[in-house]
């Protein structure tokens, strides 16, 4: 039993040390394919979601489709909205599908999107899409993620 809580208080620590991380890269540029020596000053969604889980010492491949295959699997729901917020924690990824080649068997579809669960209903992820000055690093609600169609799994690297 103590061994228990004490785990517990060690992931709470690293959710908030992920929260803590992941809110100071908040504006930072978005570049696609950012080279390992950009990382850190500007970020693509995968680079964002392994830089931040290096800094509370969990290694996380580079690609999406890689890491869509680490942790544990959050059973969603069959349609949209696929989560409520009870069912996710602070550092949990979503994925999404992909378009640029990022296909294997176990994800036939491909993977070409991650983002992060911050708690209070707010996702966090490194966003190429619109006017330049809109590609960065980013906060987005709740509702707009969860709904997205093209969700294809949810892992849970912390547990």
């Given at each position: ?14 959710r908030?040390?992920?929260?803590h ?12 394919a ?20 290096k800094?509370?010492g ?5 690609s ?14 069959k ?18 599908k992909?378009?640029k080649?990022?296909?294997?068997k176990?994800f ?26 809109n590609?960065k690093?980013?906060?987005e ?19």
């Amino acid at each position: 039993m103590k061994q228990k809580a004490e785990k517990q208080k060690q992931l709470e620590k690293k959710r908030k040390r992920l929260l803590h991380f992941a809110l100071k890269q908040l504006g930072k540029p978005y570049k696609y394919a950012a080279k390992k020596s950009e990382i850190g000053k500007m970020f693509d969604c995968s680079s964002l979601t392994q830089y931040l889980y290096k800094r509370v010492g969990i290694d996380l491949p580079r690609s999406t489709i890689l890491q869509a295959e680490c942790g544990k699997i959050i059973p969603s729901r069959k349609k949209p909205p696929f989560f409520k917020p009870e069912d996710l924690e602070i550092g949990d990824l979503l994925f999404f599908k992909g378009t640029k080649g990022h296909y294997n068997k176990k994800f036939p579809y491909g993977i070409g999107h991650v983002v992060m669960y911050l708690g209070n209903k707010k996702f966090i992820h490194a966003s190429g899409h619109g006017s330049l000055k809109n590609q960065k690093v980013k906060l987005e609600n709740f509702d707009k993620i969860v709904n997205r169609k093209d969700f294809q799994i949810a892992k849970r690297i912390l547990f």
